[in-house]
């Protein structure tokens, strides 16, 4: 499928100081990760969301939320960083303020190499208390499903987080200043259903940026982007970084003459 980059967008990138991300599950649908909402393969299709993500559930039946999100931990970690995981890694290699706001908790960017990476959702791979909230790394297996807290005994949990629960607070400050901030904003393979993630495209528009969505379905933010460019992320991203640097005065060598250079008055 061909994907054509429109002219503009290629500009405002050559343009823009700041460039921000947000991406979703769909980013890592092409690494075999299923996202929550597509029909059929989508998580939320073949579970309920309030029997697995909550903090009702967890304490109605922690076992098996505990188990679901151990088969979740395991199924990303056979999973590998995918084409739109490394252009991402490579515009931020290009671009000196770039900022990565992700709902995933694959950490499949951080493994791919970006590195300002802020998770609004938490991280499938860490863990905390249920009745503390602070984080552990350490326990003794003791046969118990969930796991029991070293210091307190409570139970562990996964550290993400759940509806009906608030967000890292610093993550979604940043998050949010670098929205509003930003001269180009690009929301890839999220849904845009869930606020307050949902609201930082919105935020970036708002400030000025230009607001592009890659995503192959419409979304509730389509009608408010500048450039829509519809197609698997795999795809689209590194089609857009192609287009980002190709001729591009910045990484071709220059070949002005020594004395035409340092004109500086
Ligand atoms: P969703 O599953 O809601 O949406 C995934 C989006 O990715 C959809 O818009 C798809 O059209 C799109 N998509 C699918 N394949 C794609 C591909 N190859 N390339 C690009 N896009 C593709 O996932 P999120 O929007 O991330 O929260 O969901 C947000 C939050 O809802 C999640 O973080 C999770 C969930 O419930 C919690 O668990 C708290």
């Not at 499928?1 to 503009?8: F, K, L, S, T, V």
């Not at 890592?28 to 029909?39: L, Q």
């Not at 400050?173 to 993630?197: H, I, K, N, Q, W």
Request: net charge negative; glycine share 6%; proline share 9%.
């Amino acid at each position: 499928m061909a994907i054509e980059i429109p002219r503009e967008l290629v500009e405002s990138l050559r343009r823009a100081r700041r460039v921000a991300v947000l991406t979703g599950a769909g980013v890592s649908a092409e690494s075999g990760v299923p996202t929550f909402r597509d029909a059929q393969t989508g998580l939320w299709a073949r579970f309920r969301p309030e029997e697995l993500a909550t903090p009702r559930a967890f304490r109605l039946d922690p076992r098996r939320v505990w188990e679901w999100y151990a088969w979740r931990r395991e199924l990303v970690a056979r999973a590998e960083p995918n084409a739109a995981h490394r252009a991402l890694v490579a515009m931020e290699a290009r671009q000196p303020e770039f900022t990565l706001i992700t709902q995933n908790v694959d950490g499949l960017h951080t493994r791919a190499g970006s590195r300002n990476v802020i998770e609004l959702h938490g991280n499938l791979h860490r863990t905390k208390c249920f009745d503390e909230d602070v984080a552990v790394s350490e326990w003794t297996d003791t046969g118990d499903v969930p796991p029991r807290c070293p210091r307190c005994g409570g139970l562990l949990r996964p550290d993400v987080v759940w509806f009906e629960e608030n967000l890292p607070v610093e993550a979604l400050a940043r998050a949010m200043e670098c929205s509003a901030a930003c001269d180009v904003f690009l929301s890839v393979g999220t849904a845009t259903v869930v606020y307050p993630a949902a609201e930082l495209p919105l935020r970036a528009r708002a400030g000025g940026a230009r607001l592009v969505e890659i995503n192959p379905s419409p979304t509730p933010i389509s009608a408010q982007a500048h450039h829509v460019l519809r197609g698997p992320a795999g795809e689209v991203l590194p089609e857009l970084l192609r287009a980002w640097t190709e001729h591009d005065p910045v990484l071709s060598p220059r070949e002005d003459p020594p004395d035409a250079r340092g004109d500086v008055t």
